[in-house]
């Protein structure tokens, strides 16, 4: 089993309240830095412990690439516009969330800048953001095209990439990964034991703002074939996403995170508290579904740093 909580990382101001115009004033002023996620670091087999130590989030490289020209002619993809990252978090079935993450990483680290194809030659250019498996007409056209030198300029590319867009590839990446179990004509049992769900942290390149996004397997049946896929769902900053064990813990994470959200404490570091209280929780029963150590990370401006590590017991 596993345990991860994100959400959005938010604590008081002190600088705002030190400045504010009435001193007197109960309301707490609150400020947004970035993300937060949380997890335990367990695998098992069977709901027995195997191995410890697992990391269940990950920094994902996300690479913008911009077209290189000789002259009027197209050569290639050599240096990127936007070199940053994000983070993804999973739960469920460690070699389903590797196939994915596998997926995720080449996807978002060979996005390209390219241009919609043109009908008419007096309609001004659309420069878009594609991913490397789709037709690039840049890359991919047969015919000999010549671009002028007054396009493909690194103002052109401003506000091209979004978070809403880097989703959606996401989203894409983890189906593509999925979409091969349907050719197996997988049982139920099979379906359930494959069952991962993913959480992205995106800092939007256009915006600045930090979004977080929730990916839940789902399953449906076409042609008495089962079929898995991904759907996303965007994680306002007023609640926590939780995968893993939902029923025991998430309304109790995010009763945790709306105090946290009420008196100012910081949310991640909050979380973090009640994510190793309910590791103690579950080893008092005899259960080890969840262990330490346990990983505390901050996301902030295209960055993922670890805040703390509680160590495992028999350290």
């Known amino acids: 089993m596993t345990l991860v909580i994100v959400g959005h990382e938010i604590r008081a101001d002190g ?18 830095e970035g993300l937060f996620a949380v997890a335990d670091s367990i695998i098992t087999s069977g709901g027995s412990p195997i191995l410890s130590g697992l990391r269940k989030i990950h920094s994902i490289p996300l690479k913008l690439w911009k077209p290189y020209f000789v002259h009027e002619y197209f050569r290639d993809y050599l240096e990127t516009y936007i070199d940053t990252e994000c983070f993804v978090a999973f739960s469920g079935s460690t070699l389903t969330a590797t196939h994915a993450l596998n997926n995720i990483s080449t996807h978002l680290g060979n996005l390209q800048i390219s241009c ?3 009908r008419k030659e007096f309609i001004p250019v659309k420069y878009i953001v594609q991913r490397h498996c789709e037709y ?3 890359r991919d056209s047969n015919e000999v095209i010549l671009w002028g030198e007054d396009m493909f300029l ?41 069952r991962s769900d993913f959480a992205a942290g995106i800092f ?4 600045k703002q930090h979004y977080l996004f929730l990916y839940r397997m789902r399953e449906r049946m076409v042609n008495n074939i089962v079929e898995v896929f991904t759907e996303r769902e965007e994680i306002g900053n007023d609640r926590v996403a939780v995968l893993g064990m939902r029923d025991k813990f998430e309304e ?3 009763k945790t995170y709306c105090e946290a959200l009420k008196s100012g404490i910081s ?24 262990d330490k150590p346990s990983f505390h990370k901050k996301f902030e401006c295209g ?7 509680e160590p495992s017991n028999d350290n």
Not at 15 to 22: F, G, L, Q, R
Not at 267 to 290: H, P, Q, R
Not at 303 to 309: A, D, E, N, W, Y
């Open 15 to 32: 600088y705002s309240e030190v400045w504010a115009k009435n001193k007197n004033s109960q309301k707490i002023i609150l400020r947004s």
């Open 303 to 309: 960055k993922l740093k670890t805040v703390k590590v």
């Open 136 to 138: 690039n007409i840049l």
């Open 252 to 254: 109790r994470a995010q």
């Open 267 to 290: 949310t991640g570091k909050e979380i973090f508290k009640f994510l190793n209280y309910a590791i103690e929780e579950v080893a008092s029963t005899g259960s080890f579904s969840i």
């Open 154 to 194: 690194n103002h052109d590319f401003e506000k091209l990439l979004t978070a809403q867009y880097i989703a959606e590839v996401i989203e894409h990446s983890i189906n593509n990964a999925l979409k091969s179990a349907k050719k197996y004509r997988l049982t139920a049992e099979e379906v359930q034991n494959m």
């Open 116 to 118: 919609e194809p043109r």
């Open 204 to 207: 939007c390149p256009t915006t």
